[in-house]
């Protein structure tokens, strides 16, 4: 069966450090991946999604990027953490649009 | 763009009572998933609308797709209090699918 495996868990991280966030998932090919951000009692915000290696699109400006190095990798990076970088990040895989979600469990990340 | 709205945004009900939310897209939808996020937790895919006027159960829960396909509702008979969290919708047909802007369900017991 496909899982999928998201961490940390939580972070907390000072304006200004880097992040990387990565996500893995077992037991299927070329799925689709997504980045989503969510803050405190709100919607999800797509960021990222990709539908191959080294296949990124992303949907909204920021200080973010992402990278997919193995098919079955996908990593969310900064290089400069903003306060407004704080939110509860989601990957997620699908087999197309077509198909259901799977989200991974998230990382609440808060920038101090 | 696609915009997906949903509402309410908020709805607290009694124990036992019923509750539905609504989803409206601007653009007709090649297919329509409805998720759950309990409260602390992740999304989790409930089910899949693809056909017009697709009428799907799952036990207390009812979802419907719109014969014009911009529209989709869910509906909980007799909620419990394990109903609670917040329920998305999501459509789209492309390589991504837009989310609704979600409607938070509080039981009161």
């Known amino acids: 069966s496909q899982t999928i495996h998201q961490w940390p868990a939580t972070l907390v991280q000072p304006v200004g450090s880097p992040l990387s966030l990565e996500c893995t998932v077992e037991g299927t090919s070329n799925p689709n991946l997504y980045w989503y951000r969510q803050a405190a009692g709100r919607g999800l915000q797509l960021l990222f999604y990709?539908?191959?290696?080294?296949?990124i699109s992303s949907e909204v400006p920021q200080n973010l990027s992402a990278s997919r190095p193995q098919d079955r990798q996908f990593i969310l990076s900064s290089k400069k953490l903003l306060l407004s970088d704080s939110g509860f990040y989601l990957c997620?895989?699908?087999?197309?649009?077509?198909?259901?979600?799977?989200f991974g469990s998230g990382t609440r990340l808060t920038v101090v | 763009g696609q915009q997906v709205m949903q509402i309410p945004q908020y709805q607290h009900v009694q124990e036992g009572e019923d509750f539905t939310t609504y989803c409206n897209s601007s653009?007709?939808?090649?297919?329509i998933q409805w998720y759950k996020q309990r409260p602390g937790g992740h999304p989790v895919f409930l089910i899949q609308l693809v056909k017009s006027g697709e009428v799907k159960k799952q036990k207390r829960l009812t979802f419907q797709f719109g014969e014009a396909k911009k529209n989709s509702s869910l509906h909980i008979t007799a909620t419990q209090t394990t109903d609670v969290g917040t329920y998305f919708c999501m459509g789209g047909g492309n390589e991504k699918l837009t989310f609704g802007t979600g409607t938070r369900l509080t039981i009161i017991p």
């Open positions: 997620a895989w699908s087999a197309g649009t077509n198909y259901g979600y799977t």
């Open positions: 653009t007709t939808l090649s297919n």
């Open positions: 990709s539908v191959g290696i080294g296949q």
